[in-house]
């Protein structure tokens, strides 16, 4: 299983369509897929798993993501967990 997920994010063109988000607007899959990927990497790192497994949901948000939302959300959280309206 690991080697198809390294498979996948090698072969990493552009997010696949998410049947959770079916409409044109994806702003909650972009939202979805940041939190995945900070609770995903908080997880791992506190087993610690192998970190470079979360780099799929990474290039999900990267891609859909506008710079300026991910920068401001970096921002909340190195604030503190009270700024940051998500649950990591």
């Given at each position: 299983m690991a080697e198809d997920i390294k498979t996948k994010i090698k072969n990493y063109k552009?997010?696949?369509?998410?049947?959770r988000f079916p409409n044109q607007n994806q702003?909650?899959?972009c939202w979805q897929n940041?939190?995945?990927f900070h609770r995903f990497e908080k997880t791992m790192?506190?087993?610690g798993g192998d970190v470079s497994m979360c780099?799929?949901?990474r290039r999900v948000y990267k891609s859909?993501?506008?710079v300026s939302w991910v920068s401001a959300w970096d921002d909340r959280r190195a604030e503190g967990t009270s700024q940051f309206?998500?649950?990591?």
């Open positions: 552009t997010a696949p369509f998410d049947s702003t909650k899959n940041y939190l995945d790192t506190s087993k780099e799929w949901y859909l993501c506008p309206p998500g649950k990591i």
